[in-house]
């Protein structure tokens, strides 16, 4: 068995689609597990007591949500080719789920969880919506500051003015967001539409999310995409 | 009019944010079989949410084995959870299977799973919520035909209104011939009512209603099912037996789910049957006679199905795993080939004494968790009563070996209200954990940092159909209740941590364990009174049961602790699991007396009747390990 320092850090970038938008965050980890353990990459095992694969993922996409661009680091005990590791990750996993590039990374890059902090979303709404009206909703919370919320029977406080960096218009009917993650919280599309649906009195449209940009965010303000890294 | 058959997914996507775990209702699973053409299509049903039905291994042979069929297709159905039901029903969207989410309705042939007496309201639910006539005699023509099977059978009267036919026993290939009749009968156009009579002529098939209820002096309260005149239908059903395990595909399970299930593992069935002879049992009855699968039929299966599914845990599963005559090679085997992947091989249960704990430190390895012995009663008597073939030794040796192989944790299984139970056996059951506790401070040492510590888990006694206690009163509620304080008064120790069971649950259990047909209505009238998800702790509602026994006039106390003589008729006598009753008859005098049977897979025929009744034998690999 290879040392720890010998292992190779594969990083697998994937979507989440369709019917499997609706997986919660656990329930993506054991299915990629299995997915690993099925395509046959020589991964490599922990020695704590459940011995699991030695694998990471980038933060929670909320249940619900969609995605272009998750991410999870894999340990592999011997070095794969990159194309040869996606085909045989594709072939064992669910199109939902389906890996769109990989590439190996650094093994003294931070988590991924704390390295991958800022996000783009789109929400697609399902009818015309007032946009003019929904921009100013979020221009009243940015300015209180910081939104609470009920998340199950916990109460919740996020800073908007660190979480929300932007937003904008762009297909007709698609909202875009920038969010960033803090260590505080991170903030969650259908969580300010619903505060925005609070300041607007009255309910958006139906609307989908996807996360469409996941980026590390340097110290000046510039974004990293999660396989800009690679090692040689 | 049969609903159509179409796909309602888009009907049903918009709830899924409103609900929780929307992960049960996607299908998509990998491994599930997405061409679903037909023509012919059943609907197997598990009647409770999808994450404590998808592990069941019989609804995956059922699923594979139709599936196989050129010409038809299978779908799993499992019951929404509550919120997902009443949601379900606001908007009007009916039961669904999984695979294309059209309606249950839309099918030729709906099977359920009876799984367990708890149950029963869930069926109701289930075809409530599909739209099908919750009794067979509401059906028209070209309604779906309703089948069940499964382990609880054995006293089917209660819920039998609802089938159109029961399979009795194993399900592989006599849920595939009743699939293919209905198929061929439909598509010459016979009615409803030929098909039934053709249904009862095929082994191990009871059609309900070809028998009427007959009560008697000979019988209970509930009568007994006798054919009714000029229908053909035999006067005895005797059940379906494979006599070949190794004939079977030994890896029927190929869906891998998304969500954590309650068994969320591989599982290799390694053998069927258990001929232990506990008294109290239902299954070491009804599953006779034991037959294995071969080891290396069981290495390669559990090593593919790894492979093909990426598990991280198999488990031999069975009635009584360790006792497989080649347990001790096979996990051996499994062990050297899989622990370097991180996998985990586990059995279900262990056997009390030194050889289960051998075999407990041979899955287990470095690793130790809690170990699970089940004495199932304190003192030696009582244990003689239920045949439970094991001494005071045999615990006194598990615990010291398990002690001294690394083991901290232990759990021990009991029951109360055991025939002829008295005081003195409940006193003995916290006796037995102290023991237990003594030898792991001896072993280990005392104090908290030794972490030696006993739990012990104490059901209540339901007497079941078909098992030699089938004759025997449930104690009294009051009664189970001033047991479990006398027990609880009983322990002393810190280290020994007592739960039992809900006394009412089991009440309810032993009731429905015991009526005849005539206990539909009670089963009717709870639904009505919005039970569902009995099984479920935080949704079993006593009073609500109570409310429904009053408004049907049942005395549930009544029903529950009435004893049986030995010559009454039953109301399940017309279906047989192949033992006969003169053992059974024989096995309750020789518990009177503290008379034990052994196991006929270790020494010779106890004569229970099975094999010569049904024609099959025991089929044992190797040297079976007797203690």
């Known amino acids: 068995m290879p040392g720890r320092e010998q292992l190779h850090r594969l990083r697998v970038e994937y979507g989440k689609d369709g019917r499997l938008a609706y997986l919660g965050h656990l329930e993506v980890i054991n299915t990629m597990g299995r997915c690993i353990r099925r395509s046959g990459l020589p991964f490599s095992v922990g020695n704590g007591f459940a011995r699991r694969i030695r694998l990471q993922f980038s933060q929670a996409l909320p249940v619900g949500a969609s995605s272009r661009c998750e991410y999870y680091d894999l340990l592999l005990t011997e070095r794969v080719g990159e194309k040869d590791a996606l085909c045989r990750l594709g072939d064992a996993t669910p199109g939902g789920l389906a890996p769109l590039r990989c590439g190996y990374v650094p093994r003294e890059l931070p988590a991924l969880e704390a390295w991958l902090t800022r996000s783009a979303w789109e929400v697609s709404f399902s009818q015309g919506v007032d946009r003019a009206a929904l921009d100013d909703a979020l221009r009243q919370l940015l300015n209180r500051g910081s939104l609470e919320y009920l998340r199950g029977e916990k109460r919740k406080v996020v800073d908007l003015t660190q979480t929300l960096v932007g937003w904008g218009w762009g297909e007709p009917g698609v909202l875009t967001l920038q969010t960033r993650a803090t260590n505080q919280a991170s903030l969650r599309p259908a969580v300010l539409l619903s505060a925005a649906q609070g300041v607007l009195g009255r309910e958006v449209p139906s609307y989908s999310v996807c996360r469409v940009g996941l980026w590390h965010e340097g110290v000046d303000g510039s974004l990293v995409e999660g396989l800009g890294t690679r090692s040689e | ?627």
């Open chain 2, 1 to 627: 009019m049969r609903l159509p058959r179409q796909d309602w997914y888009p009907r049903l996507e918009p709830l899924l944010g409103r609900v929780e775990k929307p992960s049960r209702y996607l299908d998509h699973e990998w491994g599930a079989v997405e061409s679903q053409d037909g023509p012919f299509h059943a609907c197997m049903i598990y009647p409770d949410v999808y994450d404590v039905g998808q592990p069941n291994l019989g609804i995956a042979i059922l699923y594979q084995a139709i599936n196989r069929q050129e010409g038809m297709s299978c779908e799993r159905g499992f019951l929404p959870w509550v919120d997902m039901a009443d949601l379900m029903r606001e908007e009007g969207i009916p039961l669904l299977s999984l695979e294309t989410s059209s309606p249950v309705a839309s099918f030729d042939v709906v099977g359920f799973t009876l799984a367990h007496e708890m149950a029963c309201t869930n069926i109701v639910e289930a075809l409530d919520l599909a739209g099908i006539p919750l009794r067979a005699e509401e059906r028209s023509e070209d309604d779906p035909v309703v089948f069940a099977g499964g382990p609880s059978v054995w006293n089917s009267e209660p819920v039998s209104p609802m089938f159109d036919a029961i399979l009795l026993g194993d399900g592989e290939e006599g849920l595939v011939e009743m699939c293919s009749l209905v198929r061929d009968l439909r598509g010459r156009g016979a009615s409803r009512s030929e098909i039934l009579a053709a249904l009862a002529r095929l082994d191990g098939v009871y059609v309900p209603s070809l028998y009427q209820v007959e009560v008697g002096p000979t019988t209970t309260r509930w009568g007994k099912a006798v054919p009714k005149p000029g229908s053909g239908a035999p006067r005895v059903v005797r059940k379906r037996c494979i006599p070949d395990l190794s004939a079977t595909d030994p890896l029927p399970q190929k869906i891998v789910p998304y969500v954590g299930l309650v068994q969320d593992r591989l599982a290799v069935e390694v053998l069927r049957g258990c001929a232990r002879g506990c008294r109290f049992c239902q299954a070491g009855i009804t599953y006779r006679p034991v037959r294995e699968r071969p080891a290396e039929q069981v290495v390669r299966a559990a090593e593919e199905g790894l492979a093909r599914m990426g598990y991280d845990e198999v488990s031999l599963t069975s009635l009584s795993t360790t006792d497989h005559s080649q347990c001790a090679g096979m996990l051996h085997r499994l062990n050297a080939d899989l622990s370097l992947q991180g996998v985990r091989v586990s059995i279900p249960s262990q056997r009390l004494d030194s050889f289960g704990v051998q075999m407990a430190q041979e899955v287990g390895g470095s690793k130790k968790g809690g170990l699970t012995f089940a004495p199932e009663a304190g003192t030696q008597r009582l244990r003689d009563v239920i045949n439970k073939n094991v001494t005071e030794d045999d615990i006194e040796a598990a615990a010291r070996n398990a002690f001294e192989r690394g083991w901290r944790r232990m759990k021990l299984y009991f029951m109360i209200g055991l025939p002829t139970e008295t005081d003195e056996d409940i006193v003995a059951i916290p006796e037995v954990a102290q023991r237990v506790l003594d030898i792991g401070r001896e072993v280990v040492g005392r104090g908290r940092k030794s972490g030696v510590s006993v739990s012990i888990s104490v059901a209540v006694f339901v007497p079941k159909a078909h098992t030699p206690f089938q004759w025997a009163p449930q104690l009294e509620l009051s009664e189970v209740r001033r047991r479990q304080a006398l027990l609880l008064s009983s322990t002393h120790d810190r280290d020994i941590r007592v739960s039992y069971h809900d006394a009412e649950v089991s009440l309810v259990e032993a009731v429905l364990s015991k009526v005849g047909r005539g206990g539909f209505d009670l089963i009717l009238e709870a639904w009505r009174h919005g039970c569902r998800f009995d099984a479920w702790t935080d949704q079993f509602d006593f009073s609500r049961w109570e409310e429904a026994a009053r408004a049907v006039g049942i005395d549930m106390v009544d029903v529950a602790s009435a004893p049986l003589s030995l010559d009454v008729e039953l109301p399940w006598e017309h279906t047989s699991p192949g033992v006969s009753k003169g053992f059974l008859q024989r096995e309750w005098r020789r518990a009177a007396q503290g008379v034990t049977t052994p196991d006929c897979t270790m020494t010779s025929c106890t004569g229970c009747g099975v094999c010569p009744t049904l024609g099959v034998d025991n089929v044992i690999w190797g040297d079976r390990h007797a203690r």
